[in-house]
Structures are given as structure tokens and as C-alpha cells.
């Protein structure tokens, strides 16, 4: 199906940081099989499937070298970044599988900048025998997480594993059971697990392994941002509303930076920039 695709990487201002995403833009999207082969020949963690605007709202659809993926938060922003070189500032309506999600884009000193607000977000306990498994995945254990900072299940579009631990060299060490994990997450109907380091009030440092896309890590991770904002409002952990600043892919020589808004209410905003990656 014809369609055109481009490459970028979001959270950056550097070709060589960030998480790399796929945007296809066509008159139509494919059928779930082109896309998801097209993903696997991108080989990004995501790639965005965006159709023809129809009432001022695109349809989107995401998916991983392996699957469809509820909601992506890179390949979002990504999306924008393309959609306001090729259309201009604005703000842009994604018929996403979850819900609509709205992206303001704006050119800031010759940069194009994407801000989503998620579907609102979610939280649910997390059972310990839920908290042991991953631990055990991880080669973590329970001594090393914050105390401050409770393990959860935080959804902000898709559904993540929250654990924060409480130095930063635990996170640094991240080795983790690829098989192991990706069953768990599997069974719980995780997308991925947002591990985390807390420096200060208003910057985390995150890593967050995705094995159930084929993914050892992604190197930024806007949906898990939002989820994880999400989770600190409504836990009490932050006074909203709040800005955070979230530190990724530094451990894997792809530092991104992905700011998050908390306000009192509502959807998270995520925001970044984006930038032209060349095909392999």
C-alpha cells in the first residue's frame, strides 16, 4: 500500500541519542499484517501508522518488529514533529487504539517541538508474588528498591510495572533474564517496566526493558513518562500541578530527555523533540 515512511528519533536533538521511531503516512492504513511486517523491516522498537485526516482527526496505530503495541509516546511525538514540517504549528487530533490523543507542535529556535496528552491515567495495586517474579528476572533484590517510592501498575495508554530502587548504581547494572521477563510481562499485559532512580523532586532517571516488542531497552519511553506522572499525582508522591524531568538512555549511549507536566487533573503531557534519521 503506498504510503511514505520517515525515520526519527525522539527526545533529542541528536541523531545518535534518543529512541528511534518509524512514521508512515498514507491515504489509508494497511492491514495489520503489512503493518506489523513493515515495522519488522524498520526493526525500531515502534513505528506510527497514521491514515488521512477525516473531522480534524487522524487514526494511528502502532506497532513493534513483534506486535502490536496499545500506545507509543516516541513514535508520537516523532509523528508530530513530521506532521508539523509537513503541515506547520498546530495542534493535531491521533485517533489512537486507546482513546484520542492530542499533539500541539510547535518550532521553537528552528527545532520542532511535539507535546501529547495522554488518556487519563490509571493505577492499580501490585501483588508481591507480581513484584518477586520481576525481581527475580531482573537479578534485583527487594532491599534495593525506595521504600519512598512504591512498586505499581501505572497506565497512561498502555500498562506498566513501576519500580524505583534507591541508588542510581542498581540502575546502572540493569542485566535482566530476556525469556524470563518477556513471559511475565506476557502474563500481566505489561508493555514495559519503568525502573527508576529518583535524584531529585523533579528529575528521574529511567530505563525501561521491553522484551514483549523484541526489545532489550528502549532508550526513551514517552508512554511509560506519562504513566509514571500519572502514578506520583495520584499516589501523592508530587505536589500537582509539576514539571519532571526524565533522564533515559544515557546507560545505553542514547541520552534522552523527555519532559513531563503534571497538572491537577487530567491526561500527562509529554513533550520532546525529534530528528531525522538516514536509512540503514
Known amino acids: 500500500m503506498p504510503g511514505t515512511l520517515y ?3 525522539s527526545f533529542t536533538q541528536d541523531p545518535e541519542g534518543g529512541n528511534p521511531a518509524g512514521v508512515w503516512i498514507g491515504d489509508a492504513l494497511p492491514d495489520a499484517a ?3 511486517n513493515i515495522a519488522a523491516e524498520v526493526g525500531y522498537s515502534e513505528t506510527a501508522f497514521l491514515g488521512p485526516e477525516h473531522d480534524g482527526v487522524r487514526t494511528v496505530r502502532y506497532y513493534s518488529p513483534e506486535a502490536e503495541v496499545s500506545f507509543c509516546g516516541h513514535a508520537t511525538v516523532a509523528a508530530g514533529v513530521v506532521l508539523g514540517r509537513l503541515n506547520g504549528a498546530g495542534t493535531y487530533r ?3 487504539a486507546v482513546g484520542e ?3 500541539s507542535v510547535e518550532r521553537v529556535d528552528g527545532d520542532w517541538h511535539a507535546a501529547l496528552v495522554s488518556v487519563a491515567p490509571e493505577q492499580r495495586a501490585v501483588s508481591p508474588a507480581l513484584v518477586e517474579a520481576a525481581l527475580t528476572s531482573l537479578g534485583w533484590a527487594a532491599a534495593e528498591l525506595d521504600p519512598e517510592l512504591p512498586p505499581a501498575l501505572a497506565y497512561a495508554g498502555a500498562w506498566h510495572l513501576v519500580l524505583a530502587v534507591a541508588s542510581r548504581a542498581r540502575l546502572d547494572e540493569l542485566s535482566y533474564d530476556f ?5 511475565l510481562m506476557l502474563r500481566e499485559n505489561l508493555t514495559t517496566l519503568q525502573l527508576v532512580w529518583r535524584e531529585s523532586a523533579t528529575c528521574f532517571h529511567v530505563r525501561d526493558p521491553f522484551p514483549v516488542g523484541g526489545v532489550i531497552e528502549d532508550p526513551a519511553t514517552g508512554a511509560a513518562a506519562a504513566a509514571l506522572g ?3 499525582r ?3 508522591l508530587i505536589e500537582a500541578p509539576a514539571r519532571l524531568t526524565l533522564r533515559q538512555g544515557e546507560a545505553m549511549g542514547r541520552p534522552s530527555r523527555l519532559e513531563v507536566e503534571v497538572p491537577a487533573t487530567g491526561g500527562i503531557v509529554v513533550s520532546g523533540t525529534a530528528v531525522s534519521l538516514q536509512a540503514p
Open 7 to 9: 525515520r526519527l528519533a
Open 34 to 36: 503489512t503493518m506489523r
Open 94 to 96: 491521533l485517533a489512537t
Open 101 to 103: 490523543v492530542p499533539v
Open 234 to 236: 495520584d499516589a501523592g
Open 230 to 232: 500519572g502514578y506520583l
Open 179 to 183: 525469556a524470563s521477563l518477556k513471559a
